[in-house]
């Protein structure tokens, strides 16, 4: 009842958050709507019992990437009234049937299996008994470090590629 | 396990609560005697000179960028710190391939002078 | 003994929440004066001594001030997140102490009542995720003044911050590895010993850890801007840094904040280093709560007292020893603090993480368990500071201005 609650006030507030972020005119409030939306984001994983995943989404998302962010609307010289960029009737039509897809995919893939199946069949007596035998992080180690090795070993590659990436980019315009 | 966050909502009411209180309190409470001259930014006494949103460094946006990288290798360690001792020797292997890549990266961006301020 | 639940988890936590905000808001307040008769000291003067006895009074005096005086606000400045920047700054700043445990259980006829007040699974998660928002005050109200001196402090002081929030994290994996957990009540019943239940240590982390300590200590007093590192606020450079334009209880928050964070940085360090509530040579106070619910250890209310207690008294000492580096040590060049945090702090912390990794592999290999295992690891880890030291005070990497002119002098010369 009371976890009804919290999830339709999260939901709200990471709805209203995404809207009011893409409505925004100002940059850096869109940029704080986002956070907000985030911070709901972390909300409803708490909920679904993702401890681990609720605080990496807010130090990874709202406190690491939304920085550089707002370093870039700083750095270009935003901050304030930018014009609309969507002009045109061909960017209208473009922009309608992504967004129109991505609803598509969305509503086929909540469609296809119900709550429990998604959450591999658990009951929330399992993920408590997981929870409190292992630690919140401890549930999201083990898989992580014994079952999916190689993905974890070629995230340090996409790592290095970020920062290589990063410099050259930078490093382009520089006398 | 999810009581626990009950002291979290209450303790973010909390602090809101506080922090618009402040705001408030100081907002009721203080004089409002305002002039041209006080509205302006300061700069030392003499009138602001040229825009404010002049370009800074490109330094800064590279620093960014390498804090979300870091930041992410720091995620990894941690549930990998609580679990290393099960994991025994293969842990260590795979976490030592970990580290080499990063510290290939952080070399790569010292060689580059990406770290260099003056 | 059962701990409290249903509606009296409830009202328990709210009255925990208050109480322990209310004296962490006069731990601020006194923090406050604590900061200027410490500097009266270190400055062979007297500190303020006019208002009530010893002055003590002057912390009313101060908060009465900041509210009655006019606010002003920039013409140039974008309204709306000029009001929002010190609610981002004090907000992070007043929630960030929710998972510190700050004393042993409290048995009540409702129930066992913990000393803490939210105990969430996620314990140090939660303390990186709130301080990694703290950035947002700064670059926000640097932003938004619209003034130059703000702006560059703004800039200064979201890169320090994101800079020293990797070392931060960092000096706390070798905490992690042998606590093996991150929830902090286990962290601090880690470092005490019991007769039954799984092993501990038995000896605060300070000693195996001290490396880890003495980054944490520096990458801590960095995020909270506070001298050698208050580049963002550098009077001499930037006027007042970020907060330039601001007056009144706007400055004030920014001010409130400071002082919160730095009394929250010395209960960090307490935590993970000093065993936390933990009375030193005393077993009675050894009170630990297993996963499934049982408790180790004989609750009392008098030992809670104590604990907390002892709690507040680290807690203090670590504050005053942070006032005794802002009053002795100058401030670093902006180049200096950067190199330190990127080229010193971010690989020997990579390099001191493996080594640790690597010691603790041996020795469990080894089957080398309590204090041989902790004396272990103190002997490699005061090796490893002395190296450490050793190498910085060469002047190699984190060089003085006077190195690098001669650096650059012996260069031209050739």
């Known amino acids: ?175 | 396990m999810k009581q626990a966050y009950v002291g979290v909502a209450i303790l973010f009411l909390v602090g809101l609560l506080t922090s618009g209180m402040f705001l408030l309190l100081s907002h009721l409470a203080s004089a409002y005697r305002p002039t041209k001259v006080k509205a302006m930014p300061y700069e030392s006494g003499i009138n602001p000179l040229g825009d404010t949103r002049e370009r800074y460094s490109v330094k800064f946006y590279i620093v960014a960028m390498l804090f979300i990288v870091f930041d992410i290798e720091t995620i990894f360690f941690i549930p990998w710190a609580v679990i290393f001792r099960d994991l025994g020797l293969f842990g260590l292997i795979e976490m030592f391939i970990f580290i080499f890549v990063l510290g290939v990266g952080l070399a790569y961006a010292w060689k580059k002078g990406a770290l260099e301020w003056d | 003994m059962e701990a409290i639940s249903g509606t009296a988890f409830v009202v328990a936590t709210i009255v925990k929440t208050l109480v322990f905000f209310v004296i962490l808001l006069l731990g601020v307040a006194l923090t406050t004066y604590m900061e200027r008769k410490v500097a009266g000291f270190m400055q062979d003067r007297s500190g303020p001594n006019r208002v009530g006895p010893l002055g003590i009074l002057q912390v009313m005096a101060d908060g009465l001030k900041f509210i009655l005086k006019e606010e002003v606000t920039p013409e140039a400045a974008h309204k709306r997140f000029f009001l929002l920047a010190p609610v981002l700054a004090l907000f992070p700043a007043t929630v960030l102490f929710g998972v510190i445990p700050l004393g042993s259980p409290l048995p009540t006829p409702w129930g066992r009542v913990d000393m803490i007040v939210a105990d969430v699974p996620i314990g140090f998660l939660y303390v990186l995720g709130i301080a990694s928002l703290a950035v947002y005050g700064v670059v926000m109200a640097g932003w938004s003044s619209n003034s130059k001196y703000s702006f560059l402090g703004g800039l200064r002081g979201s890169a320090q911050m994101i800079s020293y929030e990797i070392g931060l994290a960092m000096s706390l994996v070798p905490v992690l590895m042998l606590a093996g957990n991150v929830e902090m009540p286990v962290l601090v019943s880690m470092q005490q010993s019991f007769a039954a239940g799984p092993g501990t240590y038995g000896v605060w982390f300070i000693f195996p850890l001290l490396l880890s300590g003495f980054f944490f200590l520096v990458s801590g007093l960095a995020e909270t801007n506070r001298v050698p590192f208050d580049l963002p606020e550098a009077e001499a450079e930037i006027v007042g840094g970020y907060h330039t334009e601001y007056s009144s209880m706007k400055f004030g928050m920014f001010f409130l904040g400071e002082y919160f964070h730095l009394i929250t940085t010395g209960a960090l360090i307490s935590v993970f280093f000093l065993g936390g509530w933990d009375i030193p040579f005393w077993r009675g106070d050894n009170i630990r709560v297993l996963a499934d619910g049982t408790v180790i250890g004989d609750p009392a209310w008098w030992k809670t007292l104590l604990t907390m207690g002892a709690f507040t008294v680290k807690t203090t000492l670590l504050v005053v020893f942070f006032m005794f580096i802002r009053w002795t040590i100058p401030r670093f060049r902006y180049d200096q603090l950067m190199d330190l945090g990127w080229k010193v702090f971010l690989p020997a912390l990579m390099l001191y993480i493996m080594l640790t990794a690597v010691a603790v592999f041996v020795l469990d290999r080894a089957q080398i368990v309590g204090p041989a295992f902790a004396g272990a690891l103190f002997g490699l880890n005061l090796l490893l500071m002395l190296i450490f030291l050793y190498l910085l005070d060469r002047g190699r990497l984190v060089r003085g201005a006077t190195a690098k002119t001669r650096a650059a002098t012996a260069t031209e010369g050739d």
């Open chain 1, 1 to 175: 009842m009371i976890a009804d609650f919290f999830f339709v006030l999260f939901a709200v507030m990471a709805i209203g958050g995404a809207i009011s972020m893409v409505l925004a005119r100002n940059p850096v409030a869109s940029l704080l709507y986002l956070v907000v939306a985030f911070f709901a984001l972390s909300g409803t994983f708490v909920l679904l019992d993702a401890h681990f995943i609720a605080a990496v989404n807010l130090i990874v998302y709202a406190g690491a990437i939304m920085v550089l962010f707002l370093f870039v609307i700083m750095l270009l010289n935003l901050g304030r009234s930018e014009k609309v960029d969507l002009r045109g009737p061909l960017n209208r039509i473009v922009a309608i049937t992504v967004a129109g897809a991505f609803f598509a995919l969305l509503f086929v893939a909540l469609s296809a299996g119900s709550q429990t199946e998604m959450a591999g069949g658990m009951g929330q007596a399992t993920v408590d008994a997981m929870l409190q035998s292992r630690g919140a992080v401890g549930v999201v180690a083990d898989p992580m470090f014994r079952s999916y090795l190689v993905p974890f070993e070629i995230t340090s590659l996409l790592l290095l590629a970020a920062i290589v990436g990063a410099i050259v980019l930078a490093r382009r315009r520089a006398p």
